[in-house]
Protein backbone atom coordinates (compact mmCIF):
# COMPACT_ATOMS: atom_id res chain seq x y z
CA UNK A 1 0.00 0.00 0.00
CA UNK A 2 1.19 3.71 -0.40
CA UNK A 3 0.09 6.97 0.89
CA UNK A 4 0.72 10.40 -0.43
CA UNK A 5 0.77 13.61 2.50
CA UNK A 6 0.51 17.23 1.38
CA UNK A 7 1.62 19.24 4.44
CA UNK A 8 -0.22 21.97 3.60
CA UNK A 9 -3.88 22.24 2.56
CA UNK A 10 -3.52 26.25 1.52
CA UNK A 11 -0.69 28.00 0.31
CA UNK A 12 -1.16 32.20 0.01
CA UNK A 13 2.21 33.84 -1.68
CA UNK A 14 2.60 37.32 -3.03
CA UNK A 15 3.21 38.15 -6.52
CA UNK A 16 7.09 37.45 -7.65
CA UNK A 17 7.82 35.44 -4.36
CA UNK A 18 9.16 32.16 -3.98
CA UNK A 19 6.91 28.85 -2.97
CA UNK A 20 7.66 25.57 -1.61
CA UNK A 21 4.30 23.17 -1.79
CA UNK A 22 5.37 20.15 0.38
CA UNK A 23 5.02 16.04 -0.39
CA UNK A 24 5.65 12.62 1.56
CA UNK A 25 4.85 9.65 0.60
CA UNK A 26 5.37 6.56 2.05
CA UNK A 27 5.49 3.12 -0.32
CA UNK A 28 7.22 -0.34 0.24
CA UNK A 29 8.59 -0.84 -3.03
CA UNK A 30 10.34 1.40 -5.80
CA UNK A 31 7.62 4.83 -6.75
CA UNK A 32 6.86 6.93 -10.09
CA UNK A 33 6.28 11.06 -8.69
CA UNK A 34 4.19 13.65 -9.99
CA UNK A 35 2.69 16.73 -9.57
CA UNK A 36 -0.67 17.88 -11.25
CA UNK A 37 -2.08 21.31 -11.43
CA UNK A 38 -5.84 21.57 -11.33
CA UNK A 39 -7.24 25.03 -12.46
CA UNK A 40 -11.37 25.79 -11.67
CA UNK A 41 -13.84 23.23 -13.52
CA UNK A 42 -11.09 21.69 -15.57
CA UNK A 43 -9.32 18.02 -15.04
CA UNK A 44 -5.53 17.61 -14.32
CA UNK A 45 -2.70 18.90 -16.15
CA UNK A 46 0.50 17.15 -15.52
CA UNK A 47 3.16 19.42 -13.96
CA UNK A 48 6.39 17.52 -14.06
CA UNK A 49 7.50 13.69 -12.80
CA UNK A 50 9.77 11.64 -11.55
CA UNK A 51 10.39 8.56 -13.10
CA UNK A 52 14.15 7.70 -13.32
CA UNK A 53 17.65 9.51 -13.29
CA UNK A 54 17.96 12.70 -11.93
CA UNK A 55 16.54 13.33 -9.20
CA UNK A 56 15.90 17.21 -10.17
CA UNK A 57 12.97 17.46 -12.49
CA UNK A 58 11.99 20.55 -13.86
CA UNK A 59 8.45 22.29 -15.93
CA UNK A 60 8.39 24.58 -18.93
CA UNK A 61 6.89 27.06 -16.96
CA UNK A 62 9.70 27.57 -14.10
CA UNK A 63 8.35 24.62 -11.39
CA UNK A 64 10.72 22.20 -10.24
CA UNK A 65 10.59 19.23 -7.45
CA UNK A 66 13.17 17.00 -6.09
CA UNK A 67 12.69 13.62 -5.50
CA UNK A 68 14.55 12.95 -2.05
CA UNK A 69 14.69 8.71 -1.66
CA UNK A 70 15.91 8.96 2.16
CA UNK A 71 13.33 11.26 3.62
CA UNK A 72 10.54 10.35 0.75
CA UNK A 73 9.74 13.86 -0.47
CA UNK A 74 8.82 15.36 -3.32
CA UNK A 75 8.59 18.74 -2.97
CA UNK A 76 7.48 21.10 -5.42
CA UNK A 77 9.52 24.73 -5.50
CA UNK A 78 9.12 27.66 -7.99
CA UNK A 79 11.34 30.89 -7.34
CA UNK A 80 9.09 33.39 -8.32
CA UNK A 81 5.19 32.72 -8.66
CA UNK A 82 2.63 34.82 -11.03
CA UNK A 83 -1.22 35.43 -10.47
CA UNK A 84 -1.45 32.65 -13.40
CA UNK A 85 -0.25 30.05 -10.93
CA UNK A 86 -3.03 30.39 -8.83
CA UNK A 87 -4.67 26.85 -8.87
CA UNK A 88 -5.02 23.65 -7.08
CA UNK A 89 -1.32 21.07 -6.83
CA UNK A 90 -1.61 17.68 -6.24
CA UNK A 91 0.90 15.15 -5.51
CA UNK A 92 0.69 11.66 -6.86
CA UNK A 93 2.88 8.21 -6.55
CA UNK A 94 2.38 4.83 -8.59
CA UNK A 95 4.37 1.76 -7.34
CA UNK A 96 6.21 -0.11 -9.87
CA UNK A 97 4.89 -3.56 -8.55
CA UNK A 98 2.61 -5.13 -11.68
CA UNK A 99 -0.84 -4.64 -12.04
CA UNK A 100 -0.48 -1.32 -10.04
CA UNK A 101 1.40 1.34 -12.19
CA UNK A 102 -1.21 2.83 -13.82
CA UNK A 103 -2.67 3.55 -10.48
CA UNK A 104 -1.99 7.00 -8.97
CA UNK A 105 -2.62 7.63 -5.59
CA UNK A 106 -3.12 11.41 -4.80
CA UNK A 107 -2.69 13.48 -2.20
CA UNK A 108 -5.07 15.58 -0.56
CA UNK A 109 -4.31 18.80 -2.37
CA UNK A 110 -2.74 22.00 -1.68
CA UNK A 111 -4.72 25.26 -2.82
CA UNK A 112 -2.12 27.93 -3.74
CA UNK A 113 -3.13 31.45 -4.11
CA UNK A 114 -0.72 34.23 -5.44
CA UNK A 115 -1.92 37.41 -4.22
CA UNK A 116 -1.02 40.99 -6.31
CA UNK B 1 -2.86 15.34 -31.45
CA UNK B 2 -6.44 15.01 -29.61
CA UNK B 3 -6.46 14.69 -25.99
CA UNK B 4 -8.57 12.67 -23.83
CA UNK B 5 -12.79 13.54 -24.23
CA UNK B 6 -14.96 12.94 -22.01
CA UNK B 7 -18.87 13.22 -22.17
CA UNK B 8 -21.22 14.58 -21.32
CA UNK B 9 -19.35 17.60 -19.55
CA UNK B 10 -22.41 18.52 -17.15
CA UNK B 11 -25.28 16.39 -16.00
CA UNK B 12 -28.22 16.00 -13.18
CA UNK B 13 -29.67 13.00 -12.31
CA UNK B 14 -31.85 12.13 -9.49
CA UNK B 15 -31.67 9.83 -6.91
CA UNK B 16 -32.36 5.62 -7.74
CA UNK B 17 -31.20 6.86 -11.81
CA UNK B 18 -28.43 5.45 -13.20
CA UNK B 19 -25.59 7.19 -15.38
CA UNK B 20 -23.20 6.22 -18.27
CA UNK B 21 -20.12 8.55 -18.25
CA UNK B 22 -18.21 8.06 -21.81
CA UNK B 23 -14.41 8.40 -22.10
CA UNK B 24 -12.19 8.52 -25.53
CA UNK B 25 -8.28 8.56 -24.97
CA UNK B 26 -5.77 9.85 -26.68
CA UNK B 27 -5.15 8.21 -29.93
CA UNK B 28 -2.45 5.08 -29.23
CA UNK B 29 -3.42 4.73 -25.68
CA UNK B 30 -4.48 1.01 -24.49
CA UNK B 31 -4.95 2.19 -20.97
CA UNK B 32 -7.73 3.96 -19.24
CA UNK B 33 -8.20 4.96 -15.76
CA UNK B 34 -11.31 6.44 -13.96
CA UNK B 35 -11.00 8.75 -10.87
CA UNK B 36 -13.80 9.97 -8.93
CA UNK B 37 -13.09 13.74 -7.31
CA UNK B 38 -15.34 14.91 -4.47
CA UNK B 39 -14.67 17.71 -1.77
CA UNK B 40 -14.42 15.67 0.98
CA UNK B 41 -12.25 12.39 -0.13
CA UNK B 42 -10.48 14.32 -2.61
CA UNK B 43 -9.25 11.97 -5.61
CA UNK B 44 -10.10 7.73 -5.61
CA UNK B 45 -9.24 5.27 -7.92
CA UNK B 46 -12.60 3.72 -9.23
CA UNK B 47 -10.55 0.98 -12.25
CA UNK B 48 -8.69 0.94 -14.93
CA UNK B 49 -8.99 -1.19 -18.61
CA UNK B 50 -6.26 -2.15 -20.95
CA UNK B 51 -7.26 -4.26 -23.64
CA UNK B 52 -10.69 -4.15 -22.84
CA UNK B 53 -9.91 -5.90 -19.69
CA UNK B 54 -10.18 -4.94 -16.24
CA UNK B 55 -6.83 -4.75 -14.59
CA UNK B 56 -7.43 -3.11 -11.11
CA UNK B 57 -10.51 -2.02 -9.06
CA UNK B 58 -10.42 0.37 -6.05
CA UNK B 59 -12.63 -0.12 -3.26
CA UNK B 60 -15.85 1.48 -4.67
CA UNK B 61 -19.08 -1.00 -3.88
CA UNK B 62 -21.11 -3.08 -6.92
CA UNK B 63 -22.87 -0.23 -8.33
CA UNK B 64 -20.12 1.26 -10.11
CA UNK B 65 -18.79 -0.79 -13.36
CA UNK B 66 -17.58 0.03 -16.16
CA UNK B 67 -16.25 -1.56 -19.48
CA UNK B 68 -13.59 -0.79 -22.49
CA UNK B 69 -14.53 -1.40 -26.34
CA UNK B 70 -11.68 -2.84 -29.06
CA UNK B 71 -11.09 1.32 -30.12
CA UNK B 72 -9.82 1.53 -26.54
CA UNK B 73 -13.10 3.83 -25.67
CA UNK B 74 -14.43 3.64 -22.47
CA UNK B 75 -17.82 3.88 -20.08
CA UNK B 76 -18.19 3.66 -16.84
CA UNK B 77 -21.70 3.22 -15.43
CA UNK B 78 -23.28 3.88 -11.66
CA UNK B 79 -26.77 2.61 -10.66
CA UNK B 80 -29.18 3.49 -8.18
CA UNK B 81 -27.31 6.71 -7.69
CA UNK B 82 -26.87 8.12 -4.06
CA UNK B 83 -26.55 12.11 -3.16
CA UNK B 84 -23.13 10.92 -2.43
CA UNK B 85 -22.37 10.18 -5.93
CA UNK B 86 -22.15 13.46 -6.73
CA UNK B 87 -19.11 14.11 -7.94
CA UNK B 88 -16.24 15.28 -10.95
CA UNK B 89 -15.67 12.03 -12.80
CA UNK B 90 -12.60 12.14 -14.39
CA UNK B 91 -10.91 9.57 -17.01
CA UNK B 92 -7.21 9.74 -18.15
CA UNK B 93 -5.11 7.73 -20.38
CA UNK B 94 -1.89 6.19 -20.94
CA UNK B 95 0.32 4.49 -23.26
CA UNK B 96 3.02 3.59 -21.28
CA UNK B 97 3.63 2.81 -17.42
CA UNK B 98 2.91 5.89 -14.63
CA UNK B 99 2.27 8.81 -16.93
CA UNK B 100 -1.74 9.55 -17.25
CA UNK B 101 -3.50 12.31 -19.12
CA UNK B 102 -7.13 13.39 -17.76
CA UNK B 103 -10.13 14.66 -19.12
CA UNK B 104 -11.69 17.35 -18.43
CA UNK B 105 -14.32 15.56 -16.20
CA UNK B 106 -17.62 14.96 -15.98
CA UNK B 107 -19.37 16.60 -13.21
CA UNK B 108 -22.51 15.05 -12.00
CA UNK B 109 -25.26 16.25 -9.78
CA UNK B 110 -27.38 14.11 -8.12
CA UNK B 111 -30.70 15.51 -6.84
Known amino acids: AQSVTQLDSQVPVFEEAPVELRCNYS??????LFWYVQYPNQGLQLLLK??????LVESINGFEAEFNKSQTSFHLRKPSVHISDTAEYFC??????????????FGSGTQLTVLP | KAGVTQTPRYLIKTRGQQVTLSCSPI?????VSWYQQTPGQGLQFLFE???????NKGNFPGRFSGRQFSNSRSEMNVSTLELGDSALYLC??????????FGEGSRLTVL
Open chain 2, 92 to 101: ASSFYTGELF
Open chain 1, 27 to 32: SSVSVY
Open chain 1, 50 to 55: YLSGST
Open chain 1, 92 to 105: AVSSLSSGSARQLT
Open chain 2, 27 to 31: SGHRS
Open chain 2, 49 to 55: YFSETQR
